[in-house]
Structure formats: C-alpha cells, structure tokens
C-alpha cells in the first residue's frame, strides 16, 4: 500500500499552516510551525517569493491532501466523485473526505491523528453497524454506528486519544459516547463547520484547466 512518508512537520511548515498531523504535539509549544515558520530546507527561510496563479491553486490541492493524508491518484477519484454529484463540487469534495472511515474514526477520537485513527482501522479494529471494516477510505454513510472493538478499546493510547477529544468537543455532525467507545455519523458537514483556511475553490480551478 502506497504511504506519504515524508517527515509530518515539515509539510506543515511547506504548507505554512498546523494541518495537525502529529496529535497532541500540535497543541503545544513543541510544535515546528510555532517554533520554526518557514519552509524547511536549506533555501527555506528564503522562500517567500510570490506564487503565480497556478502555483496557488497547487498548494492548496497539497494542503488538502496532506490534511486528508491520501494520495494524488486517490484524490483525483474522490475529485471525480465530487464532480458527479449534484451541488458545489468543492464543498461536495470536502464532504467525501470528511466521511472517509479513518477521518470519521479521528473526529471521533479513536486515534490522536488521522495516521492514528487509519492504523486502528487496518488493524480490524473498527466495527461499522456491527459489522467489521478495515478500509480506511471507505465511504460513511449519514446514520452509521462506528465502534471500536472491546479489545482496542482497552489499549492505553486509545483511552487517551478519546479523553483528549472529549476534552476538544466533537464536531457538530456526529456524536460519540466517549466510554462506550461508539459514536453515529449523523450527517455530512456543512461548509460553515469546516476550517475557513480551507479554499476548495482553488482545487477545482486547478482541476478544470
């Protein structure tokens, strides 16, 4: 299976943005991007120059992949999903990514990040209506019951994981019981509920050049 494998700070600190990759080290002082803002590399302190039209649009599509931690060829599909459906591609875009199973699985809390939430899924770790599920991009339904199983429940990480979510607050389109370890999809997002430094519009220029 094919991985991102690049260092997870240094594609915030090319993005310029925390695109919390690495859990709680995200919400502290330790984080690259607080202590180090500017791209990495030898050239990165330079790297300020102007970005041309394209050059925007490319790094956002980077950015909302690295988010999402999937891959270009995965992107293009979700893209082309997006496109087939009835509405504003790029919100609907949005809409799919959020309702991945390991994006689910991280918004409930099951993994401190979305690395972490997808691992539990390939593990077996995940139950969707009762039924087993190890397929980190497959498609959540509004209504879908997400479990963690008694065994992966029990693990240390996981215990912490779900504190420290509760601790966060839970989006507004699904709801977890925090010591049940299970939580329901209730519905997909609505744009306003995502982050604004988000900017699907330039995805979907880049992709209709």
């Known amino acids: 299976m094919a991985r991102n494998l690049d ?7 090319r993005e310029g943005e925390k695109l919390f990759l690495k859990g709680e080290k995200c919400f502290t002082d330790k984080c690259s991007v607080e202590r180090r803002a500017y791209a990495p590399g030898q050239h990165g ?3 300020g120059q102007r970005l041309s039209g394209y050059g925007t649009q490319l790094r956002e599509k980077q950015k909302i992949r690295r988010i999402y931690g999937v891959l270009e060829r995965q992107f293009r ?8 459906k009835k509405g504003q591609t790029g919100e609907n875009l ?18 401190v990040s979305r690395a972490e939430a997808r691992q539990v899924v390939r ?18 339904r509004p209504g879908d019951v997400i479990q963690l199983l ?4 029990g693990h240390l990480r996981t ?13 507004a389109w699904i709801e977890v019981d925090v010591k049940a370890g299970k939580g329901v999809f209730k519905s997909y997002p609505a744009r306003e509920d995502l982050p ?3 900017n699907e519009g330039l995805v979907v220029e880049l992709y209709s050049r």
């Not at 809409?95 to 809390?109: C, H, I, N, Q, S």
């Not at 593990?123 to 497959?138: A, E, R, W």
């Open 45 to 47: 302190q330079k790297s």
């Open 123 to 140: 593990h077996n770790g995940v139950l969707i209506n009762g039924k087993p599920v190890n397929i980190p991009s497959y498609n959540v």
């Open 94 to 111: 949005l809409k799919l990514l959020e309702a991945r199973l390991d994006t689910v699985a991280y918004r409930m809390g099951f993994g």
């Open 7 to 13: 260092a997870k700070c240094r594609q915030c600190r």
């Open 77 to 84: 599909k979700v893209f082309g999903e997006a496109e087939a």
């Open 196 to 198: 604004p430094s988000i």
């Open 150 to 153: 008694d065994s992966t429940r």
């Open 159 to 171: 215990k912490a994981a779900l504190e420290a979510a509760e601790s966060r607050g839970f989006p």
